[in-house]
């Protein structure tokens, strides 16, 4: 398995940063198409994973590659490692002027995300989570207390479709920022008690679970078991939605939230 080294983190995290001044140069400057999922695209997306594709290829051109616009790339073993790109996590905000977005990229190997990077380039916001287990915010290492009280100022952040698909017992709050990305830092560093995920792609998870899992955080199907990774590495979707957080919030979380049921 290849060694990811700090010199190697060093280069990644630049070659975001160089990203999101891409990404702020075309920022309330682009126009949005739809994808065949209904989805945004926009010209800002794809310069950008062709630029960080083009960064990973030359650190580590023994791994995989995977991105929400361009796929899957090469065909090295995956038990080398998995790239998974979302260029910016939060396209529709994006779109609309609004700040809440980011790049995101992280490293599968061995089935778990082991190292991330999630860059909020309008509120010039850098998490890192290197594979020696130590996770970073704006460079100073990140704690959270992972025994907090959940009360009425407690957030939970959930899809914007919440009102449509789930039924959730809380007293506090919730909140859809439009990124799932940033819902998952949001969640790890204490600025929410948990993410309700909906049934995420690989590329809008893996660089923030890894700041999660590095912190002791965990994501879990609704019925308690831990996500199964081989269920979505190469662009698959989850078999039913993801609650991510620490545990003592999962255990409150769990018996309240739940699906509504499909019409016949």
């Given at each position: 398995m290849s060694q990811i080294t700090s010199e190697k983190m060093t280069a990644l995290v630049d070659r975001v940063q160089q990203a999101g001044k891409i990404a702020?140069?075309?920022?309330?400057?682009?126009?949005?198409?739809?994808?065949?999922?209904?989805?945004?695209?926009?010209d800002a997306d794809l310069e950008i994973?062709?630029?960080?594709?083009?960064?990973?290829?030359?650190?580590?051109?023994?791994?995989?590659?995977?991105?929400?616009?361009?796929?899957?790339?090469?065909?090295?073993?995956?038990?080398?490692?998995?790239?998974?790109?979302?260029?910016?996590d939060g396209t529709e905000s994006f779109v609309k002027g609004l700040p809440v977005w980011g790049i995101s990229i992280g490293l599968i190997q061995s089935g778990r995300p082991v190292a991330g990077v999630f860059f909020l380039?309008?509120?010039?916001?850098?998490?890192?989570?290197?594979?020696?287990g130590n996770v970073t915010y704006n460079g100073q290492p990140i704690r959270k207390d992972t025994n907090s009280e959940i009360d009425s100022e407690s957030i939970l952040y959930v899809p914007s479709f919440v009102h449509r698909r789930y039924r959730i017992d809380?007293?506090?709050?919730?909140?859809?920022?439009?990124?799932t990305a940033a819902h998952l830092v949001f969640s790890a560093d204490g600025r929410g008690a948990g993410a309700l995920l909906g049934r995420p792609h690989i590329w809008d998870i893996a660089g923030c679970l890894a700041?999660?899992?590095?912190?002791g955080g965990q994501c879990i199907y609704l019925?308690?078991?831990?996500?199964?990774?081989?269920e979505i590495i190469y662009g698959g979707l989850p078999r039913t939605s993801l609650l991510a957080g620490f545990p003592n919030e999962l255990n409150f979380f769990k018996p309240r939230i739940s699906l509504v049921p499909k019409d016949k």
């Open positions: 702020r140069s075309y920022f309330k400057k682009t126009k949005a198409r739809r994808k065949s999922d209904r989805s945004f695209v926009t994973e062709t630029f960080l594709r083009q960064g990973l290829n030359d650190l580590c051109p023994e791994m995989e590659i995977i991105g929400e616009e361009y796929g899957v790339s090469r065909s090295a073993s995956k038990s080398k490692g998995i790239w998974a790109i979302d260029p910016i380039p309008m509120m010039d916001d850098m998490y890192i989570a290197y594979p020696d809380f007293k506090g709050k919730t909140r859809s920022l439009g990124s700041i999660l899992f590095h912190m019925d308690g078991t831990p996500l199964d990774f081989e």
